[in-house]
């Protein structure tokens, strides 16, 4: 097993949310292929969502906020969220108590899943913290509710810095900001005033813009036209589960929330309410997720490892689980990614 990569020795301390739903499950196979990689993680284990109102009769208990302020950093499964009622989003609240701004979600094809691409390769950033997510919402009078979407240039800009960073850090070519500033001028107008000022400092990516409409239909015709998405909080939510139909499901696109002192690290999708407990779901996104935490914890060397075990157990083609056309279990598909690291 490794030391912490400071040098300070002992484990690193990490929250662990299971989650709802098939949150568990996939988190499981997630933490068991990180130990399998040689990981020593000392895992705070915490409940969050549903689990929490059960538990505690609240979605975010003190000791989850606790852990989290102590250990800046969390593997996290999907947490429902009930549609129109019920208490506001714990996912938002995190994003935002803990300011991590910036969700990047890698999406990668994978030889051995049958989509209509080849060769997906691309990042979506999404800013995390405000535009229609501000939770600001009313009633003026019955029949009339209003809700208010918030794009303010210091979010702007450093969503931006984060993308192009990203995109040079990575020798990525361009970037190209998504945006409806033909009809919102002003909000969306703010958003890419901002980008287009903070593109002049990386001449050497080339920076794009286009409408968001006319960006999803491109996305699948040609996805390989795209390289760095930068989008606001909505159009990323869902242009990044648009992506993740390019490369096979939900299942398959890992993520992160960063901000300047911590992250949080989550898979794409949800809770997954139709599978979950069958021990079904499809872990990989999970196991991803963890690949992108242990690199942030410094073993670039063993996040290349799992990804590539990921690779090797997908082109072998065996074990797939439902959503991939197999049969199976996502027990048997963490199994079969330990096995393929050696
Ligand atoms: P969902 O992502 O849970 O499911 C959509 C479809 O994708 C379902 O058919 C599901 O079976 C499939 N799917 C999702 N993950 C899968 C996996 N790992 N393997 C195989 N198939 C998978 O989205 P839905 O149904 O819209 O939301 C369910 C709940 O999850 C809601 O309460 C929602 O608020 C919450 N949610 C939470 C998120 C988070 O905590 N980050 C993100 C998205 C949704």
Redesign the pocket.
């Known amino acids: 097993m490794d030391a912490a990569p400071d040098g300070k020795g002992g484990p690193r301390k990490v929250t662990l949310i299971p989650?709802d739903?098939?949150g568990p499950e996939?988190i499981g196979a997630g933490i068991r292929v990180i130990e399998a990689a040689g990981i020593e993680i000392e895992w705070d284990r915490q409940v969050a969502g549903a689990a929490a109102v059960n538990r505690y009769g609240t979605p975010a208990p003190d000791a989850l906020i606790k852990s989290l302020k102590r250990t800046r950093i969390a593997l996290k499964g999907?947490?429902?969220?009930q549609v129109g009622a019920g208490y506001r989003s714990i996912?938002v609240y995190l994003r935002k108590t803990f300011d991590l701004y910036a969700n990047l979600r890698p999406t990668l094809s994978f030889e051995g899943v049958p989509t209509p691409f080849r060769d997906v390769d691309l990042v979506v950033v999404r800013e995390n913290t405000e535009d229609l997510y501000s939770g600001i919402e009313h009633q003026i009078t019955p029949g009339v509710v209003e809700s208010i979407k918030v794009i303010t240039a210091h979010a702007s800009r450093r969503i931006a810095r984060f993308a192009f960073e990203y995109a040079q850090r990575n020798r990525r070519k361009s970037v190209t900001a998504i945006h409806k500033a033909n009809i919102m001028k002003l909000s969306d107008g703010l958003f890419l005033k901002c980008a287009r000022a903070i593109a002049r400092d990386y001449p050497r990516i080339e920076y794009r813009e286009q409408i968001v409409d006319a960006a999803c239909m491109r996305l699948v015709t040609q996805p390989g036209s795209f390289d760095v998405l930068l989008l606001e909080n909505l159009y990323g939510d869902i242009v990044s589960d648009l992506c993740a139909g390019l490369v096979g499901?939900?299942?398959m696109v890992p993520g992160a929330n960063y901000g300047e002192r911590g992250a949080i690290f989550?898979?794409v999708?949800?809770?997954?309410?139709?599978?979950a407990g069958k021990n079904l779901?499809?872990p990989i996104?999970a196991v991803l997720s963890g690949a992108m935490l242990v690199e942030y914890l410094g073993y670039k060397p063993r996040a290349i490892r799992i990804r590539a075990a990921v690779q090797k157990t997908l082109r072998d083609g065996r074990v797939m689980?439902r959503?991939l056309g197999g049969k199976a279990t996502t027990d048997e598909m963490a199994s079969a990614i330990i096995d393929a690291m050696g």
Do not use: K, S, W
């Not at 999907?78 to 969220?81: G, M, N, S, W």
């Open positions: 989650g739903g098939c996939v999907p947490l429902e969220t996912n499901g939900l299942g989550e898979a999708h949800g809770t997954a309410p139709d599978i779901a499809n996104a689980t959503d």
